[in-house]
């Protein structure tokens, strides 16, 4: 994907298939701001029009302000994938000594923290984020959950693994999802920050690439 040409075809496929902005957002890494734009501008019969996220209407250079990230080479790759996967457990290795159990955030983070769960020897979790069910109205009204197939918290440490920060509002629900449910998230890892945040909640944030914005808009 080169240009936002190319993210906004992306979108308006994605939408054609039935997925909630909330999935589309995840897909292409970019905010619900950012995903909310896409949509209006590919002209997809799959949704109502929401209002302008920023600028006027029609207005293509007063779009929102984001970065997307593609990582579609390293996730396309069984070997690839791994690598990254060891190398994110490998920046998680000195956090907690009692740590037995990864948490994947859905849908890009599962896979990676198979990886990481199989590297730093935990069990395996998975968490679907509010943002999956998010269409119309308030994300705040929604709530994530923890899938029954996976293993669950039961009161225990745990690390938090997602492919892409971009604004934290996922790894911040998710934290606060597992701390509802007695668990204490240990530390956090993703393969990029957008945010280039040293923590979220008070729980260590750690990233393979940090990505940092230079100069003004």
Not at 28 to 40: F, H, K, M, P, Y
Not at 186 to 195: M, S, T
């Amino acid at each position: 994907m080169k240009n936002v040409d190319d993210l906004i075809a992306s979108a308006s496929e994605l939408a054609e298939r039935g997925l909630s902005k909330g999935e589309i957002a995840d897909e292409l890494n970019v905010s619900r701001e950012t995903a909310s734009w896409l949509v209006e501008r590919s002209g997809s019969n799959s949704y109502e029009s929401d209002p302008e996220p920023t600028g006027r209407k029609g207005d293509d250079s007063s779009g929102p302000h984001d970065i997307h990230v593609d990582w579609s080479a390293v996730g396309r790759d069984s070997s690839r994938l791994t690598h990254i996967g060891r190398a994110m457990a490998d920046l998680l290795v000195k956090e907690g000594e009692e740590v037995d159990l990864t948490i994947g955030i859905e849908k890009a983070g599962a896979p990676l923290a198979t990886t990481v769960s199989m590297e730093l020897d935990t069990d395996l979790g998975s968490y679907a984020p509010a943002k999956h069910q998010w269409e119309e109205g308030d994300i705040d009204e929604l709530g994530g959950s923890f899938s029954r197939n996976f293993a669950q918290i039961r009161d225990r440490e745990c690390y938090v693994v997602d492919d892409t920060i971009t604004s934290g509002t996922t790894m911040r629900e998710t934290i606060g999802s597992i701390r509802e449910e007695g668990g204490d998230p240990v530390a956090c890892v993703v393969i990029v920050d957008k945010q280039g945040v040293d923590e979220i909640e008070g729980v260590p944030v750690y990233s393979l690439i940090d990505v940092v914005r230079v100069g003004s808009d």
